[in-house]
């Protein structure tokens, strides 16, 4: 079992010495540098440096948003900035919280697309948010959960009450394991019409949680929580579950 020491020193939001290119596409991205000291038997420690690469809210995107003073995104510079972090750092992962398609359902073709531009990415774990429900009631399956994408889902079923995806995934790092929990609230649907919120169902999500933090405790050095809940939601989740 290991301790570990954990310490956030790095936000690259908030760095305003890189260059141009690289702070415009930045600030969509937020990357955090973990120190672990680890002991494997009390005896010793051995410092492990871990990056983590998160985004959330893609919104269907392809290209930059057409925003004349704040051009920021795109998947091509994403993968851009993806690959040269990678090559920079030797321990890093890289997530997803989810709303990666579009939130209206309108452009099932170029949600199509944005997928297979994630893939390309190199994610270790996709939550599954709302806007990934909002196309045709065939789009999830045929698409979306048929797609090469390291998804993850505690909360939501079908109707049958069958997982639609995985609740977890492990990714070990350097010898450091990491639970990779999707997490997405009933809340999140609050406005999505009725007839959308029947192809999955969301019951009693914080028990799933609870069990699903449960099971891997015993498997996990790490648990990050991938979640689509909104920042209050999130906060009392912190609270509830310091596991996290």
Not at 53 to 70: A, P, W
Not at 72 to 88: M, N, P, S, W
Request: a negative charge; glycine letters at 6%; aromatic letters at 10%.
């Amino acid at each position: 079992m290991y301790i570990l020491i954990i310490k956030v020193f790095l936000d690259v939001r908030r760095i305003d010495y890189i260059d141009n290119l690289m702070q415009r596409i930045l600030k969509k991205i937020t990357i955090v540098s973990i120190f672990l000291l680890v002991f494997a038997d009390g005896s010793f420690g051995q410092n492990i440096s871990l990056t983590v690469i998160y985004t959330n809210n893609n919104n269907g995107n392809i290209l930059e948003c057409e925003c004349e003073d704040l051009p920021f995104g795109g998947l091509a510079r994403r993968k851009t900035v993806f690959d040269q972090i990678r090559y920079e750092n030797r321990n890093v992962i890289t997530l997803d919280a989810g709303d990666f398609l579009d939130q209206f359902g309108t452009k099932p073709a170029q949600d199509e697309l944005v997928i297979k531009l994630y893939e390309t990415l190199g994610y270790d774990g996709v939550n599954i948010g709302d806007n990934e429900l909002a196309n045709e009631t065939t789009f999830l399956e045929s698409q979306l959960l048929s797609s090469k994408l390291p998804l993850v889902s505690a909360s939501m079923t079908n109707q049958k009450g069958d997982k639609i995806t995985k609740p977890y995934v492990i990714k070990t790092v350097s010898n450091i394991k990491i639970a990779l929990i999707g997490y997405t609230p009933k809340s999140s649907f609050r406005y999505f019409p009725e007839w959308k919120k029947l192809e999955i169902k969301i019951e009693n999500e914080r028990e799933k949680l609870r069990q699903t933090l449960a099971e891997v405790k015993d498997r996990a050095d790490l648990i990050a929580l991938l979640s689509n809940a909104g920042d209050d939601e999130d906060y009392n989740l912190a609270k509830s579950f310091p596991m996290i």
